[in-house]
């Protein structure tokens, strides 16, 4: 089985797209892009600012514009932003030459890993759980339409993440194709 063109991380924030990104690039020997980062370069403005200046929707339409262009980009891994799966005109872009991964994490490691963070603005809440709930609830059936593949992560460390990644996206071993078998179609 050959690699595919691009691998597309989708998931809620914390869910650790940019970290498990970063090292499936570095396993497979593709480039890394965070669509946020890109953005940032971009715009030569942090997240916090776009959404400060231009509103949440200044901030979405940069992100469908990221999206369109990078997804012609091949042999890169992108991590996208939480909120990337919302327009619909965006899931072309996500799912052209691409193998769509889905980070499913519980609400739980959501809160926990993104509880001191200052740069996601949708979460400088009161409560912010309430936030990751109510995004879960919508976007948790667009994430699970989108991809081809479910990794679960959580009680897994990144590289284990990985580890499982590489061996479904590109299972050289009777071993690994057993393994596929036993867990299932698009389960990990
Ligand atoms: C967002 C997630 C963020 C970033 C922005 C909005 C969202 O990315 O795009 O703050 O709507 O869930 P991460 O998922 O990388 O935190």
């Not at 499936?24 to 892009?33: N, S, V, W």
């Not at 590289?159 to 596929?180: D, E, F, G, M, S």
């Amino acid at each position: 089985m050959s690699l595919p063109k691009r691998v597309v991380f989708i998931g809620p924030m914390g869910a650790g797209k940019s970290t498990i990104g970063r090292m499936l690039a570095k396993e497979i020997g593709y480039r890394f892009l965070d669509s946020d980062r890109v953005i940032e370069d971009r715009c030569g403005a942090n997240i916090p600012w776009i959404f400060d200046v231009e509103g949440e929707e200044g901030f979405r339409q940069r992100e469908s514009a990221m999206l369109e262009e990078l997804s012609h980009e091949h042999q890169t891994v992108l991590a996208t932003g939480g909120g990337a799966v919302m327009r619909p005109e965006n899931h072309k872009a996500l799912k052209h030459d691409a193998l769509v991964v889905y980070l499913k994490t519980s609400l739980e490691q959501q809160v926990e890993r993104t509880r001191k963070d200052r740069n996601r603005p949708l979460l400088q809440t009161d409560n912010p759980e309430e936030v990751l709930r109510n995004l879960f609830a919508i976007r948790d059936p667009l994430y699970t339409q989108l991809a081809d593949i479910i990794m679960h992560t959580d009680r897994k460390s990144p590289r284990l993440v990985v580890r499982q990644l590489v061996n479904r996206i590109n299972p050289r071993t009777p071993r690994h194709k057993r393994q596929i078998r036993k867990e299932g179609r698009n389960h990990v």
